[in-house]
């Protein structure tokens, strides 16, 4: 018999907030049987990957570091989806500003001062919104859809660090590697604990989440947002433009993940470097559905994707996982938390198949 999706009531705000919980217990028992059944430990697996970063202190460090780009980039996701304005293209945003933050870092190379940082921090924002401008202008002008430009927007950008350290930012004492020279003090974030690698971007990426959930939650900016989201008929009748709208989403997500980019490259790498690219603009979109657009959720979420970068990397060397495996994990985390949407939100109905006329 056919079936069909009947929607349900709207449901409560308890039953969304558990989807998310049980997309991660989910992934987790439905890894540990894939992974034992190609050959490895499943449940040593899901040990490392989900657990040892929380139980092993000396990761703890490094969760922060991981965490702090997602969130941030996470954040600005969350902000443009509400408003129902598609950025996949997050990764090239992040990219761009990070190299502008490098073309600042360079620049200033031989000079010193407080003020090259929040430079740095300034030229990798507008390089962000300046990358997400692109797509808004298509879109708004052209009708072009966000979701292919900004995605495609992604790789030209990863080809742009490519042709920049391999050639006019090469590092001339470099012995041939393709990278930048190290940045100077000054262009460098301060590490906030002695003895770690926890840098200042860790409670940048905090506030600047306290701020967005502010601003959602109690400002014109932030009511717009949800109104042309959801109710884009309601939002012209109440004067707001869904273009500027498009636009102001894909700026300040643009924007974001710019300030993620010059934070990652004047904090753990220190110089632009191929590996540059680490995929968190596109992890930072589980993030944000896993944090229920919120973003406080998104702090949280945020740590949850950090836990699966962090334990990937020990099940590597512990357990002999390949490099795949944390996006496996990540994936499966996506699928079962949009299933679950889909499940709390409609329910399956079987319908009678009537008897054509012929039949008759």
């Known amino acids: 018999m056919p079936f069909r999706l009947e929607k349900r009531p709207e449901p409560s705000r308890t039953m969304l907030y558990l989807t998310p919980a049980a997309a991660v217990l989910l992934t987790m ?8 059944a190609i050959g490895y430990n499943g449940l040593g697996a899901v040990r490392e990957i989900f657990f040892t970063p929380l139980t092993n202190s000396y990761k703890w460090q490094d969760l922060g570091v991981k965490a702090a780009p997602l969130i941030i980039i996470g954040v600005g996701l969350s902000i443009a989806y509400r408003a129902n ?24 190379y031989s000079m010193s001062g407080p003020w090259i940082l929040p430079l740095m921090i300034l030229a990798g924002v507008v390089g962000g919104m300046l990358y997400a401008a692109i797509p808004a202008f298509l879109k708004t002008r052209l009708n072009v859809n966000e979701i292919l430009t900004s995605l495609m927007l992604t790789y030209a950008s990863v080809q742009l660090i490519y042709y920049l350290i391999r050639a006019p ?13 190290l ?17 200042l971007g860790v409670p940048i990426a905090i506030i600047v989440a306290l701020v967005a959930w502010f601003i959602m939650s109690r400002s014109v900016f932030g009511y717009q947002m949800r109104v042309v989201g959801t109710a884009p008929h309601a939002a012209r009748y109440g004067g707001f433009s869904e ?30 470097v191929p590996g540059f690219p ?19 959720g998104v702090i949280f ?10 334990g990937g990397e020990v099940a590597q060397t512990t357990i002999g996982l390949p490099n795949a495996a944390t996006g496996i994990f990540q994936s499966m985390m996506l699928f079962f938390l949009l299933a679950g949407d889909l499940l709390v939100r409609y329910r399956i109905r079987r319908t009678a198949v009537q008897p054509s006329r012929s039949a008759a």
């Open 301 to 310: 979420a945020g740590i949850v994707l950090a836990i699966t970068f962090v």
């Open 243 to 272: 273009n500027k709208t498009i636009w102001l989403a894909l700026l300040v997500s643009g924007g974001l993940a710019g300030l993620a980019g010059v934070l990652e490259v004047a904090g753990p790498f220190q110089r632009m």
């Open 169 to 181: 930012w090469k590092d001339p004492m470099g012995m041939g590697f393709p990278q930048t020279r």
């Open 278 to 296: 680490a995929n968190y603009g596109f992890t930072a979109i589980i993030v944000a559905f896993l944090g229920r657009l919120n973003p406080l």
């Open 29 to 36: 028992i439905v890894g540990a049987i894939i992974f034992s």
């Open 183 to 199: 940045f100077a003090e000054s262009a460098r974030l301060p590490t906030i604990i002695p003895g770690t690698i926890v840098h």
């Open 85 to 108: 304005v598609w950025n996949i293209g997050a990764e090239g945003q992040y990219i761009v500003g990070g190299l502008a933050g490098t073309w600042v870092a360079l620049a200033t």
